[in-house]
C-alpha cells in the first residue's frame, strides 16, 4: 500500500546489536540476524519524531552479508567494579528502510499539530542531513549514518536468497502512550525474509504480547502551558532554531 507520507532510508555502520533478550540474562549480549522493529522505530526517531505522530515501519531491506563478531567486554557491575563479558555484533550491516507516520489517536490534545505536510517535509529534511539526534544501530556504541534513499533500487546481498525464517523474534514495545492502557507491553513474531526484504506486520497484529509492568498515567499535554502548536513549517523550524531556507 502506497502512503503520501512514506520515506524511504539507507541506515548502516561498522557494528550492530540488535540484542536478543534470551542472551541477557547471564550478562552478555547477542545480537539477532536482522534488526527488529523496534530498532528501526528508534532510528527514525532519532531523525524525526513528535508526539503527534507515530513511526510505523514498513519493510526493511538487507543489503549486506549477515556476518557477526564477538568482542570482550568489561561493563561495570551494580555492587562495583568490572567483569567480563562476551558481546557478539554483526558487522558491516547496511538496510534499506521503509516506513510512514500515523496519527497518535491517545493523544487528542495535540488534534491541531495534525499538519501532515509539515511533518511529511520536515521528516525528509531531517532524514537528508542524517537525523537530529545521533543514530544507533541497536546500542550506544554501534553509531550509524542515515540517508534518502528509494527502496529497492540497487543490488542487495540476498536478492535472490528466497524464503529465510527467523523463528520467534522480539517485534517491539507497546508504550503507554501509543496504546492507551497503563501497561509496557512487549510483543514477539516469527519474521521472515523474502529475497532480502523484510515486510513488519503492524504491532497491533502481533499475535504474542506479554505484560512487563503497570505503568502510571501518561504526561498530558496543555497548549499555551507546555506545548505550543505550529501549523505551519516556518513555525516549527522557527521553535527549532533552524533557517526555513536550508530545512
Same mark, same amino acid.
Given at each position: 500500500?502506497?502512503?503520501?507520507?512514506?520515506?524511504?532510508?539507507?541506515?548502516?555502520?561498522?557494528? /550492530?546489536?540488535?540484542?536478543?533478550?534470551?542472551? +541477557? !540474562? %547471564?550478562?552478555?549480549?547477542?545480537?539477532?540476524?536482522?534488526?527488529?522493529? *523496534? $530498532?528501526?522505530?528508534?532510528?527514525?526517531?532519532?531523525?524525526?519524531?513528535?508526539?503527534?505522530?507515530?513511526?510505523?515501519?514498513?519493510?526493511?531491506?538487507?543489503?549486506?552479508?549477515?556476518?557477526?563478531?564477538?568482542?570482550?567486554?568489561?561493563?561495570?557491575?551494580?555492587?562495583?567494579?568490572?567483569?567480563?563479558?562476551?558481546?557478539?555484533?554483526?558487522?558491516?550491516?547496511?538496510?534499506?528502510?521503509?516506513?510512514?507516520?500515523?496519527?497518535?489517536?491517545?493523544?487528542?490534545?495535540?488534534?491541531?499539530?495534525?499538519?501532515?505536510?509539515?511533518?511529511? /517535509?520536515?521528516?525528509?529534511?531531517?532524514?537528508? +542531513? !542524517? %537525523?537530529?539526534?545521533?543514530?544507533?544501530?541497536?546500542?550506544?556504541?554501534? *553509531? $550509524?549514518?542515515?540517508?534518502?534513499?528509494?527502496?529497492?533500487?540497487?543490488?542487495?546481498?540476498?536478492?535472490?536468497?528466497?524464503?529465510?525464517?527467523?523463528?520467534?523474534?522480539?517485534?517491539?514495545?507497546?508504550?503507554?502512550?501509543?496504546?492507551?492502557?497503563?501497561?509496557?507491553?512487549?510483543?514477539?513474531?516469527?519474521?521472515?525474509?523474502?529475497?532480502?526484504?523484510?515486510?513488519?506486520?503492524?504491532?497491533?497484529?502481533?499475535?504474542?504480547?506479554?505484560?512487563?509492568?503497570?505503568?502510571?498515567?501518561?504526561?498530558?499535554?496543555?497548549?499555551?502551558?507546555?506545548?505550543?502548536?505550529?501549523?505551519?513549517?516556518?513555525?516549527?523550524?522557527?521553535?527549532?532554531?533552524?533557517?526555513?531556507?536550508?530545512?
Amino acid at each position: 500500500m502506497e502512503y503520501r507520507n512514506r520515506v524511504d532510508f539507507l541506515v548502516g555502520g561498522r557494528l /550492530a546489536l540488535f540484542s536478543d533478550p534470551v542472551t +541477557r !540474562g %547471564g550478562g552478555e549480549k547477542c545480537s539477532y540476524q536482522v534488526p527488529t522493529y *523496534q $530498532a528501526l522505530k528508534g532510528i527514525l526517531e532519532s531523525c524525526y519524531w513528535k508526539p503527534t505522530l507515530v513511526w510505523v515501519i514498513d519493510a526493511v531491506r538487507v543489503m549486506r552479508p549477515i556476518q557477526s563478531q564477538s568482542k570482550g567486554i568489561r561493563p561495570i557491575k551494580y555492587g562495583g567494579g568490572n567483569d567480563l563479558s562476551i558481546y557478539t555484533y554483526l558487522t558491516d550491516v547496511a538496510y534499506q528502510v521503509q516506513a510512514h507516520f500515523e496519527w497518535n489517536e491517545h493523544r487528542p490534545e495535540l488534534a491541531g499539530d495534525r499538519n501532515e505536510n509539515k511533518h511529511y /517535509a520536515i521528516a525528509r529534511r531531517m532524514i537528508a +542531513r !542524517g %537525523g537530529r539526534r545521533d543514530v544507533f544501530l541497536g546500542t550506544r556504541e554501534c *553509531q $550509524a549514518y542515515v540517508e534518502p534513499c528509494t527502496f529497492g533500487e540497487g543490488s542487495g546481498h540476498y536478492d535472490e536468497a528466497g524464503t529465510l525464517s527467523f523463528g520467534l523474534m522480539f517485534h517491539g514495545f507497546n508504550y503507554p502512550d501509543e496504546t492507551g492502557r497503563q501497561t509496557l507491553e512487549t510483543r514477539l513474531w516469527y519474521p521472515k525474509m523474502e529475497n532480502g526484504v523484510i515486510r513488519f506486520c503492524r504491532p497491533e497484529n502481533c499475535r504474542v504480547v506479554r505484560v512487563v509492568k503497570q505503568q502510571k498515567a501518561v504526561k498530558s499535554f496543555t497548549p499555551g502551558e507546555n506545548f505550543a502548536p505550529c501549523d505551519t513549517l516556518a513555525e516549527e523550524v522557527a521553535v527549532d532554531g533552524l533557517d526555513a531556507e536550508t530545512v
